[in-house]
């Protein structure tokens, strides 16, 4: 009932901007941890950026000052806003989140989108 359903992908070149995001739908109490994660066919996947229940965000070295991860409760979505794109950039971009499915005792499982396809090339 539970899914992450990613969007903005697409294709764009060197130096250019895209705004990805996530949005949980189904019943659910609330989202703790967000994160994006990105995967190379025969490379593993790696974290790029998180955000947790506090809003502290950290990010893969390589995308420091380039990528900002946010989100907005009241819609149930998640961003990841991608700036000055570099081909090393391309790859499948998958959002994970941590769902609250109790509050006490707390408790949270972990649901995974089905990614989107960026491409940086000129």
């Known amino acids: 009932q539970v899914q992450l359903v990613e969007s903005g992908g697409g294709l764009v070149q060197p130096g250019g901007s895209l705004r990805l995001s996530c949005l949980v739908s189904?019943?659910?109490?609330?989202?703790?941890?967000m994160g994006w994660y990105r995967q190379v066919p025969g490379n593993q996947r790696e974290l790029v950026a998180e955000?947790?229940?506090?809003?502290?965000?950290d990010y893969k070295e390589s995308v420091k000052g380039r990528f900002a991860i946010s989100r907005d409760a009241a819609k149930k979505t998640g961003y990841l806003q991608m700036n000055n794109l570099k081909p090393e950039d391309t790859a499948v971009y998958y959002c994970?989140?941590?769902?609250?499915?109790?509050?006490?005792?707390?408790?949270?499982?972990?649901?995974w989108g089905q990614g989107t396809q960026v491409t940086v090339s000129s």
């Open positions: 189904g019943s659910i109490f609330g989202i703790d941890a």
């Open positions: 955000i947790d229940r506090d809003g502290f965000a």
């Open positions: 994970s989140a941590e769902i609250i499915i109790t509050w006490w005792p707390r408790q949270t499982n972990t649901y």
